[in-house]
C-alpha cells in the first residue's frame, strides 16, 4: 500500500509530530503494534504505517484518532471507550491510561485489543502531547507459554509469507496427540505441561533442520515443509511416532501416540485460511479411521467427512428438539407356523430438514459412535413402549422388539428409566423384546449378561440380532444368555439354490432349538423361501418383506385394526 504524504505538510514546524517525526518513523519499524501521538494543540495525530494499513486510509497524518477508533469499536464497548477517553483529557484524572475494547480487523470479525497512552507537558506543566498504543491482544503473543513453540498467528504469517511466492509449493502438516487429556486427568496438569514440552522437544529433534515446529490449541501441533512429497512426509511422521512413544515420569512409562493430517499447497488450496484448515481437517479424519497414522487431504474425504460432520450437528440440533425429526417404523413378525402377525420390530428413522428420508445405514452408526444413541434410546424405548400399549387394545398379546446398543447397556441409567417405563404405561414386560445390536463387538460377555440379566428377571426377553455375521457366532450362543436368535438376511438370500445355506440355518435352528431358544429368521422375501423356513427348518419367527415392509404407524394401525375386524 502507497501510503500519502501530503497531509505531513499540515504538520507545523513548531508542532510536537515535526520534532519526533524522525523518531517515530524509526521506532515503528521495531514493532507489530499499532502506534499514535497526538499534538494536543492542533488536534493532528501521526499514525504508524501498520496503523494505516490495518484501517485502510490515505495518509499517515488525521485529525481524530478517537473518532476513527470509535468506528471500529464493537458497539457495547464504545460507552466505556468514550467514558475513558473524556476522564483523561477532559476531567485529567490521570497522566496515564490503559484500557480495552473489542475492536474491528481486516477479516471482519471482533477481536479484543489494549491501548495504552501517556499525556505529557511542556516546562510550564501544559499538556502539548498525548502518546498511545494499540495492542491486538489476540496477536500479541506470538509463542505458546508452555513448549516456547510459535503459535498458530506465527504460522498463519509464515504460511502467508511462503505463499506469497508463485512457485511454492510444499505441505502443511498438522499433527494431534490421542487422549492427551488421560494424562491431564490421570497424572495432574503440572505433569502434562511437563510431557506436553517433552514432546515438543521430542518432536522437533527429529524434523528436519529448517523446519520449525508450531504449536496450536490444545494438543494440536504443526508444521511447514516447504517442497515436501508424500514419501517424505511419510518418513517424517514415523519419526514423530516414534520419538514420542514414551513419555517419562518419576514412577511412570506413559505411551502416547499421534494422528496426522497433510494439505498440500497450491494443488490443495493456495490460501493460509484454507491449507490449514485441510490439514486439521484430515487430521481428524485419520483419528475416525482409528487414530495413530496419517492421511493426507483429499476433496472426496473431505466432502465424505463435512457431511458426516454436519449430520452430526443436525442429530445433535434434532435431540436438542425432543428427537423431532425422528419417527419410528415397524417391520410386522410373524409366527412361521400359520404366518399370524404376532407383533413388530420398531426401527428408527431420521427425516432430514428438507423432508428427506435419512438411510439407517447413514446416520445410525453415527449415532452408536457419538453416544448419542444415548439419548435417542431413551425416546426410541419411549416411544415403542407407548405404541405397542395402544396395540395391545386390539391384540392383547401383541410382541414388540427394540434395538438396543451396548452403549445404551454401559449407561446406569438405562435400566431404571426402562423400568419406570413400564409401570407409567402399565406393559406386561413378557411383550417387549431387546435385541442387541453389534453383537460382534462385545469384548465382555460378563458385563453384558449382568445387565441383560436385570432385564430378564423383569420379564423382558433378549434377542440376539444379526446371528451369523460376526466371527465367532457359535462362541456367542455359548457365552450370551438370551431367549431368541435372529438370523442375518445373508443366509436367506440363496435359501433356495444354496445347499450350504439351507443346511446351515436348517442346523443352527437345530441347535437353538436343543438349548432352549427360539429363531427369528430376517430378510424372507419370498413364499417358496418362508414354505422352506417353515417346513423344512422349522423356524419360530419370520420378518421380511413377503409379510411387510416396515410401516408408519398409522399404516400398521390399519393392519392391525383389519385383522381385529376378520378376528372379532
Same mark, same amino acid.
Given at each position: 500500500?502507497?501510503?500519502?504524504?501530503?497531509?505531513?505538510?499540515?504538520?507545523?514546524?513548531?508542532?510536537?509530530?515535526?520534532?519526533?517525526?524522525?523518531?517515530?518513523?524509526?521506532?515503528?519499524?521495531?514493532?507489530?503494534?499499532?502506534?499514535?501521538?497526538?499534538?494536543?494543540?492542533?488536534?493532528?495525530?501521526?499514525?504508524?504505517?501498520?496503523?494505516?494499513?490495518?484501517?485502510?486510509?490515505?495518509?499517515?497524518?488525521?485529525?481524530?484518532?478517537?473518532?476513527?477508533? +470509535?468506528?471500529?469499536?464493537?458497539?457495547?464497548?464504545?460507552?466505556?471507550?468514550?467514558?475513558?477517553?473524556?476522564?483523561?483529557?477532559?476531567?485529567?484524572?490521570?497522566?496515564?491510561?490503559?484500557?480495552?475494547?473489542?475492536?474491528?480487523?481486516?477479516?471482519?470479525?471482533?477481536?479484543?485489543?489494549?491501548?495504552?497512552?501517556?499525556?505529557?507537558?511542556?516546562?510550564?506543566?501544559?499538556?502539548?502531547?498525548?502518546?498511545?498504543?494499540?495492542? =491486538?491482544?489476540?496477536? =500479541?503473543?506470538?509463542? &505458546?507459554?508452555?513448549?516456547?513453540?510459535?503459535?498458530?498467528?506465527?504460522?498463519?504469517?509464515?504460511?502467508?509469507?511462503?505463499?506469497?511466492?508463485?512457485?511454492?509449493?510444499?505441505?502443511?502438516?498438522? $499433527?494431534?496427540?490421542?487422549?492427551?487429556?488421560?494424562?491431564?486427568?490421570?497424572?495432574?496438569?503440572?505433569?502434562?505441561? !511437563?510431557? +506436553?514440552?517433552?514432546?515438543?522437544?521430542?518432536?522437533?529433534? $527429529?524434523?528436519?533442520?529448517?523446519?520449525?515446529?508450531?504449536?496450536?490449541?490444545?494438543?494440536?501441533?504443526?508444521? +511447514?515443509?516447504? &517442497?515436501?512429497?508424500?514419501?517424505?512426509?511419510?518418513?517424517?511422521?514415523?519419526?514423530?511416532?516414534?520419538?514420542?512413544?514414551?513419555?517419562?515420569?518419576?514412577?511412570?512409562?506413559?505411551?502416547?501416540?499421534?494422528?496426522?493430517?497433510?494439505?498440500?499447497?497450491?494443488?490443495?488450496?493456495?490460501?493460509?485460511?484454507?491449507?490449514?484448515?485441510?490439514?486439521?481437517?484430515?487430521?481428524?479424519?485419520?483419528?475416525?479411521?482409528?487414530?495413530?497414522?496419517?492421511?493426507?487431504?483429499?476433496?472426496?474425504?473431505?466432502?465424505?467427512?463435512?457431511?458426516?460432520?454436519?449430520?452430526?450437528?443436525?442429530?445433535?440440533?434434532?435431540?436438542?428438539?425432543?428427537?423431532?425429526?425422528?419417527?419410528?417404523?415397524?417391520?410386522?413378525?410373524?409366527?412361521?407356523?400359520?404366518?399370524?402377525?404376532?407383533?413388530?420390530?420398531? @426401527?428408527?428413522?431420521?427425516?432430514?430438514?428438507?423432508?428427506?428420508?435419512?438411510?439407517?445405514?447413514?446416520?445410525?452408526?453415527?449415532?452408536?459412535?457419538?453416544? +448419542?444413541?444415548?439419548?435417542?434410546?431413551?425416546?426410541?424405548?419411549?416411544?415403542?413402549?407407548?405404541?405397542?400399549?395402544?396395540?395391545?387394545?386390539?391384540?392383547?398379546?401383541?410382541?414388540?422388539? !427394540?434395538?438396543?446398543?451396548?452403549?445404551?447397556?454401559?449407561?446406569?441409567?438405562?435400566?431404571?428409566?426402562?423400568?419406570?417405563?413400564?409401570?407409567?404405561?402399565? @406393559?406386561?414386560?413378557?411383550?417387549?423384546?431387546?435385541?442387541?445390536?453389534?453383537?460382534?463387538? $462385545?469384548?465382555?460377555?460378563?458385563?453384558?449378561? =449382568?445387565?441383560?440379566?436385570?432385564?430378564?428377571?423383569?420379564?423382558?426377553?433378549?434377542?440376539?440380532?444379526?446371528?451369523?455375521?460376526?466371527?465367532?457366532?457359535?462362541?456367542?450362543?455359548?457365552?450370551?444368555?438370551?431367549?431368541?436368535?435372529?438370523?442375518?438376511?445373508?443366509?436367506?438370500?440363496?435359501?433356495?439354490?444354496?445347499?450350504?445355506?439351507?443346511?446351515?440355518?436348517?442346523?443352527?435352528?437345530?441347535?437353538?432349538?436343543?438349548?432352549?431358544?427360539?429363531?427369528?429368521?430376517?430378510? $424372507?422375501?419370498?413364499?417358496?423361501?418362508?414354505?422352506?423356513?417353515?417346513?423344512?427348518?422349522?423356524?419360530? !419367527?419370520?420378518?421380511?418383506?413377503?409379510?411387510?415392509?416396515?410401516?408408519?404407524?398409522?399404516?400398521?394401525?390399519?393392519?392391525?385394526?383389519?385383522?381385529?375386524?376378520?378376528?372379532?
Amino acid at each position: 500500500m502507497t501510503i500519502n504524504r501530503e497531509n505531513d505538510l499540515a504538520i507545523g514546524q513548531d508542532s510536537p509530530l515535526y520534532h519526533i517525526r524522525q523518531f517515530f518513523d524509526a521506532i515503528q519499524r521495531t514493532t507489530d503494534e499499532y502506534l499514535f501521538v497526538v499534538d494536543l494543540s492542533s488536534g493532528l495525530t501521526l499514525l504508524s504505517n501498520n496503523f494505516v494499513e490495518e484501517f485502510n486510509l490515505q495518509s499517515n497524518v488525521i485529525t481524530d484518532i478517537d473518532s476513527l477508533l +470509535m468506528e471500529n469499536i464493537y458497539p457495547d464497548d464504545q460507552e466505556r471507550y468514550a467514558e475513558s477517553i473524556h476522564n483523561i483529557l477532559i476531567e485529567k484524572v490521570s497522566d496515564t491510561y490503559e484500557l480495552e475494547f473489542r475492536l474491528l480487523n481486516q477479516d471482519g470479525d471482533y477481536g479484543w485489543a489494549e491501548c495504552r497512552g501517556f499525556i505529557s507537558h511542556d516546562k510550564d506543566g501544559n499538556e502539548i502531547m498525548r502518546t498511545g498504543v494499540v495492542s =491486538r491482544l489476540d496477536k =500479541r503473543r506470538h509463542a &505458546d507459554d508452555v513448549t516456547g513453540l510459535l503459535n498458530r498467528f506465527s504460522l498463519s504469517r509464515a504460511l502467508r509469507q511462503e505463499l506469497s511466492s508463485p512457485d511454492s509449493h510444499g505441505a502443511v502438516v498438522s $499433527v494431534g496427540l490421542d487422549n492427551f487429556h488421560v494424562i491431564s486427568e490421570t497424572y495432574g496438569y503440572h505433569f502434562a505441561d !511437563i510431557a +506436553m514440552k517433552q514432546i515438543a522437544q521430542n518432536i522437533s529433534n $527429529v524434523l528436519p533442520p529448517d523446519v520449525n515446529l508450531y504449536k496450536l490449541d490444545g494438543d494440536q501441533f504443526a508444521l +511447514m515443509l516447504p &517442497d515436501a512429497m508424500p514419501e517424505e512426509i511419510e518418513i517424517i511422521f514415523a519419526s514423530i511416532q516414534l520419538c514420542m512413544r514414551e513419555i517419562r515420569n518419576v514412577e511412570d512409562t506413559i505411551y502416547c501416540t499421534a494422528s496426522a493430517g497433510a494439505a498440500f499447497y497450491p494443488t490443495d488450496a493456495d490460501d493460509e485460511i484454507t491449507i490449514l484448515k485441510y490439514a486439521e481437517a484430515a487430521m481428524e479424519i485419520a483419528r475416525q479411521q482409528g487414530r495413530d497414522r496419517i492421511v493426507f487431504f483429499s476433496q472426496e474425504t473431505y466432502d465424505r467427512w463435512r457431511y458426516d460432520t454436519s449430520m452430526q450437528s443436525l442429530m445433535q440440533n434434532c435431540i436438542a428438539r425432543g428427537c423431532e425429526d425422528f419417527f419410528l417404523c415397524f417391520q410386522p413378525q410373524v409366527d412361521a407356523k400359520n404366518g399370524h402377525l404376532i407383533g413388530a420390530e420398531a @426401527l428408527l428413522r431420521w427425516r432430514d430438514k428438507d423432508g428427506s428420508i435419512i438411510a439407517p445405514m447413514q446416520f445410525i452408526p453415527m449415532l452408536e459412535k457419538s453416544r +448419542m444413541i444415548i439419548p435417542v434410546g431413551h425416546w426410541i424405548v419411549e416411544q415403542a413402549f407407548a405404541v405397542c400399549k395402544e396395540w395391545q387394545e386390539y391384540m392383547p398379546d401383541f410382541q414388540m422388539s !427394540i434395538n438396543i446398543s451396548l452403549y445404551q447397556l454401559e449407561e446406569h441409567m438405562f435400566y431404571p428409566f426402562v423400568k419406570d417405563c413400564l409401570d407409567r404405561y402399565g @406393559l406386561r414386560p413378557e411383550t417387549i423384546t431387546f435385541e442387541l445390536t453389534e453383537s460382534q463387538s $462385545v469384548s465382555d460377555w460378563e458385563f453384558v449378561n =449382568r445387565q441383560f440379566n436385570q432385564f430378564h428377571q423383569l420379564g423382558i426377553k433378549i434377542a440376539m440380532d444379526d446371528f451369523g455375521t460376526g466371527y465367532s457366532s457359535l462362541g456367542f450362543l455359548k457365552n450370551f444368555s438370551c431367549n431368541l436368535i435372529k438370523i442375518d438376511r445373508l443366509f436367506v438370500q440363496d435359501i433356495l439354490t444354496g445347499a450350504f445355506d439351507q443346511n446351515l440355518v436348517k442346523y443352527t435352528i437345530m441347535l437353538c432349538h436343543s438349548i432352549g431358544m427360539e429363531v427369528c429368521i430376517e430378510g $424372507v422375501e419370498e413364499e417358496e423361501a418362508y414354505i422352506f423356513l417353515r417346513d423344512e427348518c422349522k423356524a419360530d !419367527i419370520i420378518q421380511g418383506f413377503y409379510f411387510g415392509r416396515p410401516e408408519r404407524k398409522q399404516v400398521f394401525l390399519r393392519r392391525l385394526k383389519s385383522l381385529k375386524r376378520k378376528t372379532g
